[in-house]
């Protein structure tokens, strides 16, 4: 996997170790391999990443934050020290599936397998961790389709992927005995200031901000007030409120000055099919692509006849970078089906169930409230 110097100061987390996949893909395998069991410079660090369909279906994989995202510094792989996480400093992606193209996606078909190489040297905080010998294990979770190898097929249909856990992956240990600035992370500035000077792109984003923070706002007064009922758990199981309430009064209260909101794509990420806006962890500033200043769909509209791919709603992208930032959210899946059918620890760990939790809470007390 190859960086652009301005990404070297990135980190994206994908999280998803905390979270029980309730479906195993059969015959998906991970298989990791390194030059050397030791090295003495991270410039050295290389992975190789071996993903094998032994199924009996061709499978369409989304690429983003998996090992076979060659493009974006998404978090494909979980770093540890003496059991102890590395830092990640990369970029967490929000995706509008109907605006993907073949690109975002690797297909595979039975009996066949896809090899991708990674430097993640400037994407983890090994310096803070020190020398010493580091485990690398593969994100091993997918969202993936075994019924078409067409994107646009994918896409267009109500519930295009499933979340799956892949049969099995390797881990590898590698030595690092010194070297733990690498030359590629060497970077001239620490965060990005680029906002928003195009007056249209700047009121679109004041009012997604708004939004978000009304939708949270609302959210977490109806939790407060009618608890963990029918509609709480649809979206965040059994998950204890106050756990919910902490993440959706974070967004709702948000006051960070220092962080910016961005139209500028200055790390090129935007150029990656179906990306919305992303977030930068070591920074927690947001950017947003084109397809966010695009129509957007009214959050009234979300869930109730409307496509789930079809789905940006403004204040639910921002909302969705929001939790990133500030609750530690990952990106497991999308859409209000698949966002339901996740594990009570997968549904408080992915950034969509806040997102399309908080516009259905909030359409609720607008429906009351009308009614």
């Known amino acids: 996997m190859f960086f652009p110097l301005s990404f070297s100061i990135l980190s994206l987390a994908a999280g998803m170790t905390l979270a029980t996949p309730s479906k195993r893909a ?35 994989i989304l690429k983003y934050g998996t090992v076979l995202d060659d493009k974006l510094p998404t978090q494909s792989f979980m770093v540890t020290k003496d059991n102890s996480p590395v830092a990640f400093n990369g970029i967490k992606v929000s995706v509008s599936m109907a605006h993907t193209d073949d690109t975002a996606f690797a297909v595979i078909e039975p009996g ?33 389709s075994a019924q078409s190898n067409d994107a646009k097929v994918l896409a267009a249909s109500s519930a295009p992927f499933s979340h799956f856990e892949v049969t099995s992956s390797e881990s590898v240990d590698v030595e690092i005995t010194g070297g733990l600035i690498s030359a590629s992370s060497q970077v001239l500035h620490t965060r990005a ?8 792109k700047k009121n679109i984003i004041d009012l997604g901000y708004a939004e978000a923070k009304m939708l949270t706002s609302n959210a977490s007064s109806y939790v407060t007030a009618e608890g963990n009922n029918t509609l709480f758990d649809e979206y965040f199981g059994s ?9 959706l009064n974070g967004v709702a209260n948000e006051n960070n000055s220092s962080r910016s909101l961005n139209c500028v794509d200055v790390y090129g990420a935007c150029t990656e099919s179906g990306l919305i806006a992303y977030t930068i962890i070591a920074t927690t500033d947001i950017f947003f692509c084109d397809i966010f200043f695009q129509e957007a769909v009214p959050a009234t509209s979300l869930c109730n006849g409307t496509s789930v791919d079809d789905r940006i709603v403004r204040g639910g992208t921002v909302l969705h970078e929001l939790t990133h930032a500030i609750g530690a959210t990952v990106d497991i899946t999308y859409g209000c089906e698949a966002d339901q059918a996740l594990t009570p620890a997968e549904k408080v760990s992915n950034a969509d169930n806040f997102n399309v939790g908080s516009i259905i809470l909030s359409n609720t007390i607008w429906a009351v409230a009308d009614g």
């Open 26 to 60: 059969d015959g998906i395998s991970i298989k990791l391999a390194t030059p050397s069991s030791t090295i003495s410079s991270l410039n050295d660090l290389e992975l190789t990443a071996t993903v094998v369909n032994e199924g009996p279906q061709t499978v369409s």
């Open 112 to 144: 066949k397998n896809l090899t991708v190489k990674h430097n993640i040297a400037s994407i983890y905080d090994f310096a803070s961790a020190g020398t010493g010998k580091f485990t690398f294990k593969p994100n091993a979770y997918f969202l993936m």
């Open 193 to 200: 200031f680029n906002n928003c000077t195009d007056p249209t």
């Open 239 to 247: 998950t204890p409120t106050a756990d919910v309430i902490a993440v």
